[in-house]
Every structure is written in structure tokens, then in C-alpha cells.
């Protein structure tokens, strides 16, 4: 592979015009595709469980009735001391009625009319509106006059607050993303010492999300990708994309160094550098991919956008980035370099060389530091409650949650995440009478949840109950009552031939956290024990995988403990934004499994890489060590704080799933790089000796030499040929 590359990073470097105008003619049209493509979709379907299977029972039987289309509730309070149903105050709020109709509206209940008012005080009541759409094709002026039609209430002296889904809203980044970049900048200016090399990894890295956000945007209305899609894959772009190409000009500055001419010295940064890119990339690849194992059409499809993202940014760093250092020249170099100045420095050991001296003379005390360390901030991860948002974790001051505190108040928690059973008595000799005993077994469980009377379709062969819970949507309470529904209310229904199904956006969440769960331990398998083997053909080594394997579950494990002290418990909340705690997402841990996971190998590969390099060369373990950090302890530091500087920066978002990944993903590479990489990785590479270097013969055989350490390179390049000589003015 080495050699290949390198013929590839010096076919790039001669023939820059026309690699560089490839690239630019595919963000071009990506562009124009973005420009021209429909809106993006929303579509979330959990196939296989009893939710899903519940709406597309309703589609068949209820023709016309959208059962997961977009809703809107409008909340309305009397001042203290009155009555909702006052003369001037129902006038008010029938006023607000009247105006919520139109062609996307399938039907509006009136508070009055269909007992959505409180009979606690009689100060609240509520108006629920459903749509014929799904909430992302709802049009603007839906939105718009959902918006607007509370402000008669509000003139009148009512409290007025709208939630439901009619709201969603695309999530805005902020400030901080900016700011991200912007650190990014900086480091890459003082790993760098030079303007021009601190910009080619920024340019390559926003060509490379610019084409790939593009895409997806291009392709979201055909493929129905959500609004979240395209962040991610932003996030992750720009992250790897950074790093990808700081490691090429990281290695091309080196070769220059060593007297190489500059297509020479791209051809070799290619073939040397680039082939840990590739194999890093490819790591974070099946990560992002495996995601479909969880069957989830949504997050498959974020997987496999971001993997895309990914993979553009590596062919990118191999192509376009030589293509771009023949275009620098030497204006690649730090100034002092240049110059001639930077001879005497270099003679002295550098921070990484001292540190990586440092821990081969204590590595027992480095590890159990480090292991510590990370086993600490791991602990609060054993309280780690699963769950996804409702409105009741929304922001304080948005009208969803004032919303969804107004009926809590009202009418009970329970109100803001009604239960949809359904009965499917196609099969029995009395549907009516199956609904009833559904209704009557479920009136009898715990908590004593209010039931309200089966409606059934026109053909009578199906019903739905609506059920509210005593407990909020998202608490324990409530998921114990819909396992006690399916439990006992089917065996009810089972008694007259019929079948009972849950759904509802309550029953949603329960299914999905439950899916998620499940498919942890077989994702982590598959992307682990998949990397593990990769590993293996990169190291030529059993226990280099390994450690990096387990390396990677500590500092997984020490991120999602650092996830629940912030946002489940509140601890430095207010310094990240957070405004209301409550349980992590579901999707959380098995997402961050699989990108952290990739990206922890990013930094196994380019440190260790190195260290491979050096001791097949002839180096002693120890001093392959040091030659490793001598040489990649600088360019790893660089690109760990530009990663968690783009991480950081998406915390500022006001999607919680956004705003939760960045500060998870951001605290992982913390983690891995800075504890697991640059501390216990050396301590035990120092204490394993030779012995981490060992393969069994006859797994040699079976493993293919890809030769990332370009051993087969330098000898190919050793060997006498003839040399010809650089153009003269390149």
C-alpha cells in the first residue's frame, strides 16, 4: 500500500492543476445540487417493534388519519382568581379556535367541548390540533398561523403557550461553532509556525464537509434524511478532515527536512503518513457504518452520511492536499526553517521526547495513574439513566416547556404524553366487547391511569383507547405501565381473539431506548472485534490491538460518567449550557461508541504507527517509543485539541442530541488522546518490551503485509535508479 500511495501523493503533486480543479468542479456540483434539492425529511420508523407496528396497523385501518402526524396543543390559563370558563375568557380562547384551521389540519377539539379543561381549579384548559402531514412538511404558513393564533387569548389577559410537534424547528449551532474553527486555527499556526501550512488543513478539511454536507443535503428529500444528519457530519468532517491533512504536511515538512526535494517529499509523506490516514479513516468508517446494526433507519442513515464525510476527507488528504503543497512550496516551512535557524533546535529534545523519557522510567506509576484516573470520572456512568427528550427537558423559557408546565399543573404530568392502545379485533366475534375488557383491565393497574372510551373506525374491526398516564412521559412509572398494558391488557384482549398494540410518542421513546440497549453489546462486538483485526494486519501484533481496544473502553466509559455528572446530575451545568438535567438519550452511549471508537484509533494509528516504523527499522522498543513522540507527540497534541475544539464548539447548539454528543465526544478525545495515547499507552508498551511486538509465525502467514510502516518503500527507494530531477521554478 505504501508504494502505491506514494506514486499517488507524487502523480497528485506534478498533475496539482488538474487534481486541484477536480475537486473544486465536485464542490461545484455538489453545490448546485444542494441548491436544487428538496426539503430534508424527518421520517423516524423503529421497524420491528410494537410502536411501529401500531401506526402502520392504524395507516391500513384508519385511511386518511395520519396516527404520526405532526400535533400542536395550545395551552391556555386563566389569571388568578378566574375561571377559563368565564364569558370573556371562553370567548377568548374560542376566538383562537376559529382560527386554527386550514388545508393541513386535519381536525382541532375544542377545550370546551371535548373536556380539555381542568378540574383542579378550572383555570387551564387545552386545544389539540392535528395535522395531515408529518411535522417537517408541514409549510411555513402553517407554522406561522400556529404561531400567530394565540395572540387574541394573550390580548384578552390569558396565559397562552403552544407545544407539540407542530413546533420542531432546525437546530441552530451557535456562536461556539465558529469559535471552533477558529482555535482550530490557532493551533495549527503554532504546531505549524506557518500561515500557509496552518491553512491547507483548514481549506481541505471545509472543501471536503462542503461536498460531503452537500450531498446529503442534495439527496436528504429522496432518502429521508433528518435535520441532525447534516451537523453530524459537519462535526466529524471537519474534525478528521483537519487531522487527516496536519498529519500529511506534518510528515511532508519532516521530509523536507532530511534535504528530500518537494515531489519527493510528498510521494513519501503519502506513502508513509497516508497509509496510517487510510487506515484510520477506515477504522472510523466501519464504526460510523456498523451503526446499522442497531436497525434504526435514522441513525443507520446519519452513520453512513458521516461515514461518506469521512471517506471524502480521506481521499482528500491522499489527493488533494500534495496537489496543494506543490502549489506552497516552501512557504509550507516555518520561517526560522527557511532561513537556516532552526538547526540548533532541533538538536534539543523536544517536549515529546522528554515525556516519553519520563514515563519508561516510571511506567508502573504513569498506568495506575492513568487507570485511576479515568476509573474516578468512570463512576457516576454506573447511575446512568437512559431516556429521550419530551418537552419536559426543553429550555424554561421556550413555550414548549412553559406548555408542558401549564398542563402538568392543570391536569397532571401524565397529560403531556398520553398512551395510544389500539385493539385490533378483526379477528373477534365482538370487537365492542374486546375494547371494553381492554379498557377495563388497564383502568385496574397500578397508578390508576385515566382510560377514555374506545373509538373505533368505520369498518368496526379496530379501536383506539387513549391512556394517561399519573406519571410524567418519561418516567419509570409510566414505562412500568406500558409493559403492564402489553402484559395484561393483551391477554385481556386475547380472551375475545383480539390483539393489543401500544404507541403513542411515550410508547415511541420506550421502544426506541429498549432497541438501543439491546444492540449495544453486539455493535461494540462487531466494531471492536472488526477494528481489532484491522489492527492486527497495521501492528503485525496481538497485544498492540488489544491494548488499544481496552484503552478505547476506558476512556469511553470515563466520557459517558463525565455525560451523566453534567447533564443527568447538573455538575458545572450552567457552564455548558445545560438548563434542565434529566436522563441521557438513549442513543448516546451506542453512538459515541461508535464514533469515539473511531477516532481513538485515529491516534493509535498515527502515534503508534511511528513507534512501529522506528523498531522495524531496528530500534530497540523503548527508543522506538521515544522515536514515536519525538516525531508524533507534537502533530497528535495538535490535532486532539483541534478535534476537541470542533467538538466543543457544536456544545453551544440548542438541540439537546447536538449539544450532548459535542460535549460527549469533545470530553472523550480529552480522554484518549491526552491519558489512554500520550500516558498508558507508552507505560505499557515500556512494560510489555518486545513482547508487544509479537505474532505468532503462523499468523503472520495469514495476515496480508500491507506495509504501513513503509519498510517495503524505503527499500524499493533505497535501491539504485535513477533520479531525475525536480523541474526547475516547481
Excluded: C
Excluded at 497495521?538 to 481496544?549: D, G, H
Amino acid at each position: 500500500m505504501a508504494t502505491f500511495l506514494y506514486k499517488l501523493g507524487r502523480l497528485a503533486y506534478r498533475r496539482r492543476w488538474y487534481v486541484a480543479l477536480i475537486w473544486v468542479l465536485l464542490l461545484v456540483l455538489a453545490g448546485a445540487g444542494a441548491a436544487t434539492a428538496g426539503k430534508s425529511n424527518d421520517n423516524f420508523s423503529i421497524p420491528g417493534t410494537e410502536a411501529q407496528k401500531a401506526f402502520d396497523l392504524l395507516e391500513k385501518r384508519f385511511p386518511g388519519q395520519k396516527a404520526d402526524g405532526a400535533t400542536a396543543r395550545i395551552v391556555f390559563q386563566a389569571p388568578e382568581g378566574q375561571k377559563i370558563t368565564e364569558p370573556k375568557n371562553k370567548a377568548a380562547v374560542e376566538k383562537v379556535v376559529a382560527q386554527l384551521g386550514g388545508p393541513q389540519v386535519a381536525s382541532v377539539a375544542d377545550p370546551f367541548t371535548s373536556q380539555a379543561v381542568s378540574k383542579k381549579d378550572g383555570r387551564t384548559a387545552y386545544a389539540s390540533v392535528t395535522y395531515k402531514v408529518k411535522p417537517n412538511e408541514l409549510t411555513d404558513a402553517t407554522r406561522d398561523k400556529l404561531k400567530a393564533a394565540p395572540e387574541p387569548a394573550r390580548a384578552a389577559g390569558l396565559t397562552v403557550e403552544t407545544g407539540g410537534s407542530a413546533l420542531q424547528a432546525m437546530p441552530e449551532t451557535g456562536n461556539t461553532e465558529i469559535i471552533g474553527i477558529a482555535v482550530s486555527a490557532v493551533v495549527l499556526v503554532i504546531t505549524f509556525g506557518s500561515l500557509v501550512a496552518a491553512g491547507l488543513p483548514l481549506l481541505t478539511a471545509i472543501i471536503g464537509v462542503g461536498i460531503g454536507v452537500s450531498g446529503i443535503t442534495a439527496i436528504a428529500a429522496a432518502l429521508d434524511l433528518g435535520s441532525n444528519t447534516a451537523t453530524l457530519a459537519t462535526m466529524i468532517g471537519l474534525a478528521v478532515g483537519i487531522d487527516y491533512a496536519l498529519f500529511i504536511v506534518s510528515r511532508y515538512r519532516a521530509e523536507l527536512a532530511e534535504g528530500r526535494e518537494r515531489e519527493e517529499a510528498a510521494g513519501r509523506a503519502v506513502g508513509t503518513a497516508g497509509s496510517a490516514v487510510v487506515f484510520a479513516g477506515l477504522t472510523v468508517v466501519i464504526a460510523l457504518a456498523g451503526l446499522a446494526v442497531v436497525n434504526i433507519p435514522m441513525l443507520t442513515k446519519m452513520g453512513l452520511a458521516a461515514a461518506a464525510t469521512v471517506a471524502i476527507a480521506v481521499l482528500i488528504a491522499l489527493t488533494l492536499i500534495p496537489a496543494l503543497l506543490g502549489f506552497a512550496g516552501r512557504q509550507v516551512l516555518a520561517r526560522k526553517v527557511r532561513k537556516g535557524k532552526a538547526a540548533a533546535d532541533d538538536e534539543k529534545p523536544n517536549m515529546g521526547t522528554r515525556w516519553a523519557r519520563l514515563v519508561l522510567r516510571r511506567p508502573v506509576v504513569v498506568l495506575l495513574l492513568g487507570v485511576i484516573g479515568l476509573g474516578a470520572v468512570a463512576v457516576p456512568a454506573a447511575s446512568l439513566e437512559l431516556g429521550l427528550p419530551d418537552e419536559g427537558s426543553a429550555a424554561k423559557n421556550t413555550t414548549q416547556r412553559k406548555a408542558y408546565d401549564l398542563i402538568s399543573e392543570g391536569f397532571g404530568p401524565g397529560f403531556n404524553g398520553p398512551l395510544m392502545v389500539v385493539v385490533d379485533a378483526a379477528g373477534a366475534g365482538a370487537p365492542k366487547g374486546a375494547a371494553d375488557a381492554v379498557a377495563k383491565t388497564i383502568q385496574s393497574l397500578p397508578g390508576k391511569p385515566i382510560v377514555t372510551p374506545a373509538h373505533f373506525n368505520q369498518a368496526g374491526d379496530t379501536a383506539i383507547i387513549t391512556v394517561i398516564p399519573a406519571s410524567k412521559p418519561s418516567g419509570s412509572e409510566t414505562e412500568d405501565l406500558v409493559h403492564a398494558i402489553r402484559d395484561k391488557g393483551a391477554a385481556a384482549a386475547a380472551d375475545k381473539d383480539a390483539k393489543v398494540l401500544v404507541t403513542g410518542t411515550t410508547a415511541v421513546n420506550i421502544d426506541v431506548s429498549q432497541k438501543l440497549n439491546d444492540a449495544l453489546l453486539p455493535y461494540l462486538a462487531l466494531v471492536v472485534g472488526l477494528a481489532f483485526l484491522l489492527l492486527m494486519v497495521v501492528f503485525r501484533s496481538v497485544l498492540v490491538p488489544l491494548k488499544a481496544a481496552l484503552g478505547f473502553l476506558l476512556s469511553v466509559v470515563a466520557a459517558l460518567g463525565a455525560v451523566v455528572a453534567v447533564f443527568q446530575w447538573g455538575w458545572l451545568g450552567s457552564v455548558f449550557g445545560v438548563e434542565e438535567t434529566g436522563p441521557i438519550m438513549s442513543m448516546m452511549p451506542i453512538f459515541m461508541v461508535g464514533v469515539v471508537f473511531g477516532l481513538a484509533m485515529d491516534y493509535e494509528v498515527f502515534l503508534v504507527t511511528r513507534m512501529r516504523e522506528a523498531y522495524v527499522h531496528g530500534e530497540r522498543p523503548g527508543q522506538a517509543v521515544v522515536t514515536g513522540f519525538r516525531h508524533g507527540a507534537r502533530v497528535v497534541t495538535a490535532a486532539a485539541v483541534i478535534m476537541i475544539s470542533v467538538f466543543a464548539g457544536f456544545i453551544g447548539s440548542t438541540e439537546p442530541m447536538i449539544k450532548m454528543i459535542g460535549f460527549g465526544l469533545a470530553i472523550a478525545v480529552f480522554f484518549d488522546a491526552f491519558i489512554v495515547r500520550m500516558a498508558i499507552v507508552p507505560a505499557v508498551l515500556a512494560l510489555l518490551g518486545k513482547a508487544a511486538w509479537w505474532l505468532p509465525a503462523w499468523l503472520s502467514k495469514l495476515l496480508p503485509n500491507v506495509d504501513v510502516e513503509g519498510e517495503g518503500l524505503q527499500q524499493q527507494l533505497a535501491a539504485p535508479a535513477e533520479k531525475t530531477p525536480e523541474p526547475a521554478g516547481v
